[in-house]
């Protein structure tokens, strides 16, 4: 059966634990109004965002709250081995890097990395503890998102030109829009798995929007996979037969029109693949890594030890004298992060590092497809996590949006509701 799912009314808002939790959503957006610029911790040459603080302090929140309801005594559940992993990885992480001289900088890596993910844990037991509805959350985050969505697009153009000055990007000041349009092609992945929990008409609305706020960004990574999603979600469809000819004309009268002219007046970065810098900086820490010794290539340089990018951000607050978005490694120019999540754990933290980590999305799948059956609509939002993460280091440089990333993932995979029909 298919229902629609509204937002809570006023009179039952209070009450709605699933509402509340989905406007996690909008977590990483914080930073943009400086709410809360008090809580950055600043050290010598590397800092604590003010999202990550605040993440910390709800973690610390949410856990005894968890404790509260259960008296401390440990919530009797199935165990999920993604999680488990998860703590041994940053167990791990945190263990070999003591061997490595930590300073103020591995605190401040280690952390952006390691509170989102123990975040998104906390949340997730919560949810459990308290039996809570995960596909409602997902699917009133998906709404909520898209109000904020409409209401920056709005703002954009209003304020930017947006969609009137082609050089304008959709930039959120929460990510940046490149990162921005990623998350939005991640919450197009899990909208189309959650497509019967919504009217037809909803749906197709929030999809529209989505679509929209990809273009706006103008993030060529994420508008790919939004078109791909578009064309797999419409060939699934089952057609009338006044649909079949209404495709036929339209197919028809598209053919005539020289697509190829639009996309670039109007969407040139879509048609643009060419990135040299990063694709020769990929190399260059190809080179790094496999000329490093076997004890580098296990265990990486240390958390912090290799690329500078916690210096460089500060330097563009005026901290330091460091400009430029390239240092000198092995007599290569490499930038200050590598646009790349795999390689910064590669890097930084070795092969072990990695394999643990693809061992916890693995997990992921694992328990989602012992729930479902598996199809090529609901393994995309596992598919674009990694793909994503190959075209920037999310979960090093975006605590805010790697907890939004961690906690779906998690509440997706342990979704067992029939998501098609």
């Excluded at 259960?70 to 791990?92: P, W």
């Excluded at 930017?160 to 919450?187: E, H």
């Excluded at 029109?257 to 694709?279: G, Q």
């Excluded at 500060?314 to 930038?335: R, W």
Aim: aromatic share 18%.
């Amino acid at each position: 059966m298919s229902y629609e799912l509204r937002i809570p009314s006023k009179m039952r808002i209070r009450s709605n634990k699933e509402f509340w939790i989905s406007l996690i959503i909008l977590i990483p957006y914080f930073d943009f109004y400086s709410i809360i610029g008090w809580m950055e911790v600043y050290f010598k040459e590397s800092y604590l965002r003010s999202v990550v603080s605040l993440l910390l302090v709800l973690t610390v929140v949410v856990w005894l709250s968890i404790g509260i309801k259960t008296r401390f005594v440990r919530h009797r559940d199935e165990r999920n081995a993604a999680l488990g992993t998860l703590v041994i990885l940053l167990v791990y992480m945190l263990v070999v890097n003591l061997f490595k001289e930590p300073d103020s900088t591995f605190f401040s890596v280690f952390m952006w990395f390691a509170i989102p993910a123990c975040f998104a844990m906390s949340i997730y037991q919560y949810c459990k503890v308290y039996s809570l509805r995960i596909d409602k959350i997902i699917t009133y985050s998906l709404q909520v998102f898209s109000v904020y969505l409409l209401v920056l697009i709005f703002i954009n153009i209003v304020k930017n030109k947006l969609f009137i000055d082609m050089s304008v990007r959709m930039d959120p000041r929460g990510g940046g829009a490149v990162i921005f349009g990623y998350t939005i092609a991640f919450l197009f992945s899990l909208l189309i798995n959650y497509k019967y929990f919504f009217s037809i008409k909803k749906y197709y609305f929030l999809m529209i929007v989505f679509t929209i706020g990809v273009i706006a960004t103008q993030s060529r990574g994420a508008m790919w996979p939004v078109a791909l999603l578009w064309i797999i979600s419409f060939l699934r469809k089952k057609f009338k037969l006044w649909e079949i000819f209404l495709i036929m004309f339209v197919f028809v009268a598209a053919v005539s029109i020289d697509w190829m002219s639009i996309l670039k007046e109007y969407l040139p970065r879509f048609l643009n693949n060419h990135d040299e810098a990063r694709s020769i900086n990929l190399g260059y820490l190809t080179l790094i890594f496999f000329n490093s010794d076997t004890l580098t290539k296990l265990f990486g340089y240390g958390i912090g030890k290799f690329f500078p990018y916690q210096r460089w951000i500060m330097s563009m607050m005026n901290v330091t004298a460091q400009k430029s978005n390239l240092f000198n490694s092995n007599g290569y120019s490499i930038l200050v992060q590598p646009h790349n999540s795999f390689f910064y754990m590669l890097i930084e933290g070795g092969i072990i590092v990695v394999i643990l980590f693809l061992l916890i999305l693995f997990l992921l799948i694992i328990r989602k497809y012992k729930k479902v059956s598996i199809s090529i609509i609901n393994i995309m939002p596992f598919l674009l996590c990694l793909v994503l993460n190959n075209l920037d280091s999310i979960f090093f440089v975006e605590p805010g949006v790697a907890a939004v990333f961690w906690l779906l993932l998690f509440l997706y995979s342990d979704d067992c509701e029939k998501l098609e029909q």
